[in-house]
């Protein structure tokens, strides 16, 4: 669909901020997107679930999807009025996760139209997790020496084997999941399979990390069943496929952690909560306040780009690695506005429980130690570089020579 513009738009975005008025709970005004942090268990309240439901019928949650799907079938610039709707509201977007950012866009390429009329609606609407089966602990980096295995057992496939760092899998219903069904060949030995993380053969075990949470689990599959039905692309095909999804993971990712670390408050409002203004109202620290306006612009560019790259990989045929530079762009600006907060605190950011800590005071060490990780999961900053010399530069690799 062709993005509207001028009074085409315009007239778009009174009927969305209408609807968001008349659907956004008051109760969530301001308040930070429980899918944004890196815990997510708990039953959400009466409003989270109201909110989550009135996005996932609209179909906003993911806005340029296909309404055959429940998706909200709009234009690029649609979709941006609506995100634009919703920041003005002091609202956020509830449908999320990893069935949103990965699974999704990735199944409605390479997806049968069995596997999306089966799986599509769910993510929309919010119903269901999931969580992704690549890493193990022989096969980080080189993901391609995984080891899990499904064997053909006829009508399903049995997969027996470990993935480490899987994110959120203590609360998934759903996995996506690389395993090696051709112990003869590498990259050409992987397929892509689904499967349900309700089922006997399947143990997780949360990781603890340093922020005090557990979103990374060791996840284990003894005789664990896998339906031929949910073997996604041809049967050793999975590379491909692997690769078009950690696109969008690595595009996903630059975008999630804006607010981490300040309840999703502005960093200009914290400054002047916490370091005051001077007489004409700004910021009183000068220096802290270059710094704010520079991170700003940098991430308002960013922002910028990413759509620009995201619209531009719409028309490719196979996965960009331009997804490389923006994930290391954008980490870094996540991590320095994270840093940002512990400084705009002072030793408030710096609590980790009690109270005379605020409840925002509290997440923000949270976030900015559990910030440290954007770096290195999704593609370590490494990994990316490697990927960015290598396919984007044209620079020979050495380690050849070596």
Request: glycine residues 14%; contains cysteine; proline residues 5%.
């Amino acid at each position: 669909m062709a993005d509207f513009g001028g009074t085409d738009l315009e007239t778009f975005r009174t009927s969305a901020r209408e609807w968001i008025a008349a659907n956004f709970p008051a109760a969530l005004k301001g308040k930070p997107n429980p899918m944004a942090g890196e815990e997510r268990g708990g039953k959400p309240s009466a409003e989270q679930e109201a909110w989550r439901k009135a996005m996932g019928d609209k179909g906003w949650g993911v806005p340029t999807w296909p309404a055959a799907y429940g998706g909200g079938g709009l234009s690029g610039g649609e979709a941006r009025v609506i995100q634009q709707e919703l920041n003005r509201a002091g609202a956020y977007n509830p449908i999320g996760g990893m069935g949103v950012m990965m699974f999704g866009p990735t199944l409605l390429e390479y997806g049968t139209e069995a596997q999306k009329q089966e799986h599509i609606p769910p993510i929309v609407r919010g119903e269901i997790a999931w969580c992704q089966g690549f890493s193990e602990p022989g096969a980080g980096s080189d993901l391609a020496s995984l080891s899990t295995k499904a064997i053909d057992k006829g009508d399903h496939f049995e997969i027996d084997g470990s993935k480490i760092w899987t994110s959120g899998a203590q609360w998934a219903d759903w996995c996506f999941c690389l395993v090696r069904t051709d112990t003869s060949k590498k990259h050409e030995g992987i397929s892509f399979v689904l499967f349900t993380m309700h089922q006997p053969g399947v143990e997780v075990r949360p990781i603890p990390l340093i922020a005090g949470s557990s979103p990374f689990c060791e996840t284990f599959f003894t005789s664990a069943r896998a339906e031929k039905k949910d073997l996604v692309g041809p049967l050793n095909g999975g590379w491909t496929i692997a690769k078009r999804l950690l696109q969008h993971e690595r595009s996903g990712l630059t975008g999630a952690g804006g607010g981490l670390g300040s309840g999703g408050k502005p960093l200009e409002q914290l400054a002047k909560e916490y370091v005051g203004v001077d007489e004409k109202g700004r910021i009183a620290d000068s220096d802290l306040r270059t710094r704010l306006v520079n991170n700003a612009i940098n991430w308002r560019a960013f922002q910028q780009t990413a759509v620009r790259a995201m619209m531009e990989a719409k028309g490719n045929a196979g996965p960009s690695s331009a997804t490389s530079i923006m994930k290391n762009a954008g980490t870094q600006l996540i991590q320095e506005r994270q840093e940002m907060t512990l400084e705009i605190m002072g030793h408030q950011g710096l609590g980790w429980e009690g109270d005379d800590f605020a409840p925002e005071e509290l997440a923000a060490v949270r976030g900015w130690l559990f910030g440290k990780a954007f770096t290195i999961f999704g593609g370590s900053q490494e990994v990316q570089s490697n990927i960015v010399s290598k396919r984007i530069l044209g620079l020979p690799d050495l380690t050849q020579n070596h």
